[in-house]
């Protein structure tokens, strides 16, 4: 591409929802619905599509979309009262156009701020007032960044309390032959198990079956390692301690309507979260999660855990 690149595009994604494409000079980009604030695709400069998105997401509101980066708030999963995720997944987000600063400024030009903020209806629901602003950024480099900030906004005095997660659907070649590394000893909570909680063995992880774990502090970054396509993602996180790793195998994969019977093979979840210590805000607090995944080439090996080295090719 040359000085043409149009950086931030709003357009009409599928069945006519809004969307935002993101798109970097060297190729890369990423799409993100108003639907959920949803990233959908992110594609490395070759035009590789790196997520996950399932050939049966109906793309309807109001079911969520199933795969991309579904944002789960305020809650993960079942671990509450409210539907399974929380419900920020099923909103429609709006573009905020006049974002509070962020700390350290960034050169990116490839990015897009959305906020989402209590409505009457959810308050019956979740009875707290709060501002969610979600920036979604495509580095020079093509590496995606997320960062949520989320702020209690009730005038009652009320802390209120969330979890959270970057429910991050990443596309592999065939599930049987990828590898995590980065939570090898780490203990997790077993979803399959009623959330017991073992210690992880000493190898990477490798997949033979239906896996729901949540890892409890976990270092910051994770390494997902794709042989056949030669490549490695790395996931880097802040303000998120646990990572969730979800692939629901043949079974499940049959019994979720929206996902092919053999999809689980080319997908798999590695979420950056914070499930087992919920977040705690206090009217006029904020929060910051943040994620950055980055795709290198599998000269990636194992045990070096710093992308730096790689792009560096040492
Ligand atoms: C994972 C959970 O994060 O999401 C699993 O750990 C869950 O338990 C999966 O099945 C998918 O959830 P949903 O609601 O999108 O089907």
């Known amino acids: 591409m040359t000085s043409e690149t149009v950086f931030v595009e709003q357009c009409k994604g599928i069945n006519g929802l809004d969307k935002v494409v993101l798109r970097e000079v060297r190729g890369s980009?990423?799409?993100?619905?108003l639907y959920g604030?949803?990233?959908?695709?992110w594609k490395n400069d070759h035009g590789e599509e790196l997520l996950f998105v399932s050939s049966k997401a109906p793309f309807k509101p109001p079911k969520a979309i199933r795969g991309g980066i579904p944002i789960c708030f305020p809650q993960f999963g079942s671990h509450g009262?409210?539907?399974?995720?929380?419900f920020a997944r099923n909103r429609f987000w709006s573009i905020d156009s006049d974002p509070p600063p962020f700390p350290t400024t960034s050169s990116n030009k490839a990015f897009v701020d959305l906020v989402l903020k209590h409505s009457e209806e959810d308050t019956r629901i979740w009875p707290h007032r709060y501002e969610f602003r979600l920036r979604v950024a495509l580095g020079p480099g093509g590496d995606l960044m997320l960062t949520s900030r989320i702020r209690n906004m009730n005038t009652d005095g009320k802390a209120f309390t969330f979890t959270f997660a970057y429910h991050n659907y990443f596309s592999v070649s065939d599930i049987s032959e990828v590898r995590i590394e980065?939570?090898?000893t780490m203990d997790f909570l077993d979803n399959l198990q009623n959330r017991q909680r073992f210690t992880e063995q000493g190898d990477a992880i490798t997949f033979e079956s239906e896996v729901d774990k949540v890892y409890v502090s976990t270092p910051t970054k994770i390494a997902i390692l794709d042989h056949e396509r030669k490549r490695t993602l790395v996931l880097r996180k802040d303000g998120l301690p646990d990572a969730v790793v979800?692939?629901?195998w043949d079974k499940k994969a049959k019994a979720i309507p929206d996902l092919g019977d053999d999809e689980y093979k080319h997908m798999l979840c590695v979420e950056a979260a914070a499930v087992e210590k919920p977040i705690t805000l206090k009217p006029g607090e904020e929060w910051k999660g943040r994620q950055e995944i980055s795709a290198v080439p599998s000269s990636y090996f194992s045990g070096q855990l710093d992308p730096k080295k790689v792009f560096q090719g040492s």
């Open 29 to 33: 980009s990423a799409e993100v619905y």
């Open 37 to 41: 604030g949803q990233v959908t695709s």
């Open 81 to 86: 009262l409210l539907e399974q995720h929380g």
């Open 246 to 248: 979800w692939n629901p």
């Open 182 to 184: 980065g939570l090898e």
